[in-house]
């Protein structure tokens, strides 16, 4: 799989933590969460279910807005 594609499957919440020098645990810590929990939500396995308390913690985390906060987390799967 060539660079380009693999960054077009990449999840975009994966992305960012990673831009921003962040780790799984850092964001779980965070928001409450465990690691796996996060590492499910960036390989598509699980929605996050958030309260509007920890979409706010996110947020500020990965210094995104609510309008930049992606509808998806996971990886993009091709169909």
Known sequence: M???RQQERESPL???REELGLTQ???ALALGKTDQTISNWETGMY???LTPREIKALCRLLKWTLEELP???GS???H
């Open 14 to 16: 994966r992305q960012r």
């Open 71 to 73: 509808d998806e987390f």
């Open 25 to 27: 645990r850092d964001i």
């Open 47 to 49: 929605e996050p279910k």
């Open 2 to 4: 060539t660079e380009e």
């Open 76 to 78: 993009l799967r091709s």
